[in-house]
């Protein structure tokens, strides 16, 4: 081994072009593997004369960073390419399955109530969900002290209590009777809020599809007839209604509405709580006062309303136990519904 073969080596390592990872790893083995060329010339040291031998080592640690540094930069590219290479679009590969949304349960029964409502004349009107003391309550009936309001603490904008998220959708019957002339006939469906505790049967947001429906000489027989044929077309053909009197400050007379159980047919399980019957919302004939209220001549026309919870009547086509359920977003409650939609 002589310096000559020494310096013929360092030549070698400083024109070698390793194209790939593989002719790399071939230069690497070659120069600096434990059997390499290196590791011989460095072998060789104590055939080479003493005064010279520090010359030869200084060649030595030359030969040996050349080529480290040749294959340490080399591989940095290679490595680096070769990442670039992996983020290239495979054409060919399968695509993503993409998961599709389904519509939401209350979505579904909202859409179905319209569509029912709508084969019999009725159109759909909204108003806004922050709501001013008036239409909330002064205009139906309820005025300020009046203990109906106790039932329907929502959440107050001011101090005032002039402000609100809205209670009710009867809201709406009130802004369309001040702007349309009778006949009217409209359902509202929309979202409403309650200062409420959460359970499985309450809940603070929630929705309603109120009905109104103002003409001359309408009457009880035609809110019967009309909550009937919704009854009929939602839960199925053998259902029946019943109406319990009650209280509402805008409708009077006044009623609760139930349908006799579409599970048991009547005779009594855990849906209706062994009563064969499920109340489904609240209706009347429209108070004149409230007529008056929105300049609507109380002589010459009647009119019925009613409302009706979304989640509620959900709950019961779906025999969904706990309220809850809706505001959690749990794709695997969810998805339950795809086919229904
Ligand atoms: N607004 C009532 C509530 O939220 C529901 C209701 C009852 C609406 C009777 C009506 C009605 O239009 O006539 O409790």
Partial sequence: MSFEKANEILKEIEAAHPENADALEQFRIKYLGTKGVIKDLFGAMKNIAAEQRKDYGQLMNTLKVAAEQKHDTLKAQFSASSQSTKEKIDITAPA?????????????????????????????????????????????????????????????????????????????????????????????????YRNETISARAHCTFHQVEGLYIDTDVSFADLKQTMLYFAQEMFGKNVVVRFRPSFFPFTEPSAEMDISCFVCEGKGCPVCKQSGWVEIGGCGMVDPAVLENCKVDAEKYTGFAFGMGIERITMLKYRINDLRLFFENDVRFLKQFESAS
């Fill in 96 to 192: 993503y399955t993409l998961n599709l949304g389904t519509r939401h349960p209350v979505s579904i029964i909202r859409h179905k109530m319209i569509e029912i409502f709508s084969r019999i004349g009725f159109t759909v009107a909204e108003g806004p969900e922050i709501e001013d003391d008036w239409h909330n309550f002064t205009a139906l009936n309820t005025p300020e002290d009046h203990p109906a309001r106790d039932m329907q603490d929502t959440f107050f904008l001011d101090e005032e209590k002039q402000r609100m998220l809205r209670s009710q959708t009867s809201t709406v019957q009130i802004r369309v009777m001040e702007t349309q002339k009778p006949p009217i006939r409209i359902i509202c469906p929309g979202r409403v």
